[in-house]
């Protein structure tokens, strides 16, 4: 099927000094109330490019997997992670099963030995990041959906380490090993890591929806040690990060 050894792509094209919006109080000010806004208004603008970007990349039969700004106020990097959509990754893991995987050499070792799910491979090409940037460029310059001057936009892969957010993602990659951080402790404890043994839409009583870890997966850290758990349960509301381990 001619897969790519490479499975982390992106394409980066210059700056456009065109994508400029007169738009100030950036900044943060030190002041709780100002710097409260400020959240707010940048996560709005987020919402608004990450819809804008599921947009353009549904035409390109692909999935926005995360949307953030990176680097300094003069020098900002709008990065959109993409991977093929549900029947494009499909379509991938058909071709994968139809080569055989043992004994197809393109495919990375992981991959062939089993440790690797297919699922957890994007698809995306260099040509799908170059199409998706071309036509997203075009519509945040008609747009206007990015103030404070000028920026980069960059778009690729979300990588063997990708994070985790959706009830969906949890649910996808349970089997996989995780690294998770909550926003209050757990036994003690705010960082675990393990294999996600199982997504559960309802947890407790209260029926949100949250995880299993099983923890004899991975080396632990002391405070995981000292809960003397094999298996830990989180809910989804008290995740704060969540990523995958590559098992390569």
């Known amino acids: 099927m001619g897969l790519q050894p490479t499975f982390y792509l992106a ?4 700056k456009n000094p065109r ?13 709780d109330r100002r710097n409260s806004r400020h959240m707010r208004q940048m996560a709005a603008a987020l919402d608004a490019i990450r819809n804008a970007a599921q947009r353009v990349a549904a035409s390109h039969g692909l999935d926005v997997v995360d949307v953030e ?12 992670y993409l991977e093929k959509n549900a029947e494009g990754r499909e379509r991938l893991k058909a071709a994968i099963a139809a080569a055989g995987a043992q004994g197809n050499e393109e495919l990375p070792e992981a991959l062939r030995e089993g440790t690797l799910s297919p699922e957890q491979l994007s698809g995306v090409t260099h ?8 036509d997203f460029g075009v519509l945040l310059d008609v747009e206007d959906l990015v103030g404070g001057g000028e920026y980069t936009l ?13 009830a ?29 043994s199982a997504f559960h839409p309802h947890l407790d009583e209260s029926g949100a929806p949250g995880i299993t870890i099983d923890l004899g997966a ?11 758990v094999s298996t830990v349960d989180l809910a989804l509301g008290n995740i704060e990060k969540a990523q995958l381990i590559p098992e390569i």
């Open 11 to 14: 394409q980066t094209p210059p």
């Open 19 to 31: 994508r400029k919006q007169a738009v100030s109080g950036t900044e943060d000010t030190g002041y």
């Open 69 to 80: 700004f990176a680097g300094s106020a003069k020098d900002r990097i709008l990065r959109i």
């Open 127 to 134: 040509e799908d990041c170059a199409e998706f940037s071309r």
């Open 154 to 166: 960059e778009a690729s892969s979300p990588g063997l380490d990708r994070k985790l957010t959706r």
């Open 168 to 196: 969906e993602e949890f649910q996808r990659f349970a089997g996989s090993l995780v690294k998770v951080q909550t926003f209050e402790p757990v036994r003690n404890n705010r960082h675990w890591q393990g294999r996600l």
């Open 218 to 228: 991975v080396k632990q850290n002391s405070k995981s040690r000292k809960a003397g």
